[in-house]
């Protein structure tokens, strides 16, 4: 084990951890090219539903995707290795509904649901137009049926918001760092939010042993969902479009990196192995975490086999990215990305503010604190000594100028315009040394 990279995570101190385990790609797991092609068509049957429902979808047909913006103004870093190259941002804080990354597996595990729910009671046949679904006596039938989750925040907003406008009842089970305003969005949607006073871990543990009790029940696991992870993974396929109607070629002379933030995994990992299914060796994937939160890059430092959790550091995870403050990564997540993920580094709030304060100031773009974390993996890619080892070593230095980073936010547009004003002051602080 590294022990300079130990002393790193104890004492809070940024770093990069390149993936010893990183293996040429090959799709041998339990989950296919085709698993993602069928999860994104079943999402694509409820569109009519969803812009029945969803009066913000109506002009995209109820089809949910962010756009990929161009960072024309944003100081992007400068070192020998990364001299050029295209910086952009893949808007997933402007997802419509619920304004954060987990609109991908969050609404579609609850579609997942609702389409298998709607087959077993008679409701679907074969060619159905799903707007059918929509109707009073499906959601009255529904409504016998509670969908449960255990969240920090984003994850709870987006299932909560789609289970409810669908009909079901819902409980959201909330740890300690979940934002209040999130509380308060759901509460007044009529969702029953659960809070606790320890973690995220405790939260899903709480909300998977109550939904354990009810056959009437439907519990997401945030850890350990397959759909869950589904739902994230189409967006390869949707961003590929949008790569080609940019102009942008991924291929062996025009290498993709990108950063993602991470919390249990979910997301940032399903969105990773779709990505690798398209481009395989030609996209890098590089997940972030808060300096008290690095449970992933534990997690691969022991190649998910009994890995430890950021508590058995003495670590007490505080960070404003709530969507991030997990101490333990998802094992189920692990076994689809443990071989596939180039990297991951950690950052401080102090840095994240920094971030989320220059994208509004340069690019007009507002995010919330998680959102930034894919900011600081260029910085630490390109002018770090691990992260110029990895250019070297991937054959990549004399590939650079023609690269193509892409930031993924994950939340930001459903932030009260006061919370933000007290993140933008913050970020304004600490990028003029206040």
Known sequence: MDKELFEKIRTAEPFLFLNQNLKSFQAGLDLSQQDVVAAEERMLRFSTLLARIFPELESAQGVIESPLKELKNMVMPVSPVCDSGRYWLKCDHELPISGSVKARGGFYEVLWFTEKLAQELGFLKPDDDYIKLGEEQVRQKFSEYTIEVGSTGNLGLSIGIMAQALGFKVRVHMSSDAKEWKKKRLRDLGVAVIEYESDYSAAVKAGRESAAKDSAVYFIDDENSKPLFLGYSFAGMRLRKQLDEHGILVDENHPLFVYLPCGVGGAPGGICFGLKLLFGDNVHCFFAEPVQAPGMTLAMLYQFKKFPSVYDFGMKINTAADGLAV????????????????????????????????????????????????????????????????????????????????????????????????????????????
């Open 327 to 434: 101490g333990s990564a998802s094992q189920l997540v692990g076994q689809y990305v443990q071989n596939i993920l180039s990297g991951c580094y950690t950052v401080t709030d102090s840095s994240l503010f920094a971030k989320l304060y220059q994208l509004y100031q340069k690019e007009n773009i507002s995010i919330e604190p998680s959102a930034a974390a894919g900011f600081l993996g260029p910085e630490l890619l390109c002018n770090g000594e691990p992260g110029i080892r990895y250019i070297k070593e991937q054959g990549l230095a004399s590939k650079m100028q023609q690269a193509n980073h892409i930031v993924w936010s994950t939340g930001g547009s459903l932030v009260p315009a006061e919370e933000f004003r007290k993140y933008y002051e913050q970020g304004r602080r600490v990028a003029q040394g206040e």
